[in-house]
């Protein structure tokens, strides 16, 4: 299985995004899956996960703002990402939630500027 993330890239404080993750089998209908991010210096943390039936659950920091969904046929997940933040700032990345059964993607870079 290869996950690939897309969508990151530069935006204001304030903005949005909408990240995609795209994997090579049919994952996601059989895992729960999750966004994670890593910013430089800190260790990886669970930004948002979705259940194979649609229930979400969100870390602290992205509760009210992202919103995360999937699209089981087409093998993507999504991430909108609203009011973003400096602290946003890092590489995201999914896998199944809450082991990460996959090796992990290349990510992708969210930068938020003040």
């Known amino acids: 299985v290869q996950l690939v993330e897309s969508g990151g890239g530069l935006v204001q404080a304030g903005g949005s995004l909408r990240l995609s993750c795209a994997a090579s089998g049919s994952i996601f209908s059989i895992n729960s899956m999750g966004w994670y991010r890593q910013a430089p210096g800190k260790q990886r943390e669970l930004v948002a996960a979705?259940?194979?039936?649609?229930?979400?659950n969100y870390g602290g920091s992205a509760k009210g703002r992202f919103t995360i969904s999937r699209d089981n046929a087409k093998n993507t997940v999504y991430l909108q990402m609203n009011s973003l933040k400096t602290e946003d700032t890092a590489v995201y990345y999914c896998?199944?939630?809450?082991?990460?059964?996959?090796?992990w993607g290349q990510g992708t870079q969210v930068t938020v500027s003040s």
């Open positions: 896998n199944a939630y809450p082991v990460y059964k996959y090796p």
């Open positions: 979705i259940s194979t039936g649609g229930s979400t």
